[in-house]
């Protein structure tokens, strides 16, 4: 059984940084990619990051520059570092891998 359990988010401040961490059990994270989405309150799930299983990176254009997408095969968990946060990037993270989800992460981040 594949599960994916997301940790890291948090409330802070404008311009403060997060790392959120994807800890993945039951497949590993090096043989597919793996992706972070994130939903604000109101709004549709949309694309942040993808690391794919060869180690090439993509990112939402809202996020380019201020997020880093990284992976630790020993570990199977992929990271979501986060910064220069803005109010704008209050939502809950969560990340998939092929067709599983985790249970996401609440970024609060107040101005």
């Known amino acids: 059984q594949v599960q994916l359990v997301e940790s890291g988010g948090g409330l802070v401040q404008a311009g403060d940084s997060l790392r959120l961490s994807c800890k993945a059990s039951g497949r590993s994270v090096s043989s597919e990619g793996v992706t972070w989405y994130r939903q604000a309150p109101g709004k549709e799930r949309v694309f942040v990051a993808v690391?794919?299983?060869?180690?090439?990176?993509l990112y939402g254009d809202s996020v380019k520059g201020r997020f880093t997408i990284s992976r630790d095969n020993a570990t199977n968990t992929v990271y979501l570092q986060m910064n220069n946060l803005k109010p704008e990037d209050t939502a809950i993270y969560y990340c998939n891998l092929n067709m599983y989800w985790g249970e996401g992460v609440l970024v609060n981040v107040s101005s």
């Open positions: 690391i794919g299983h060869l180690g090439t990176t």
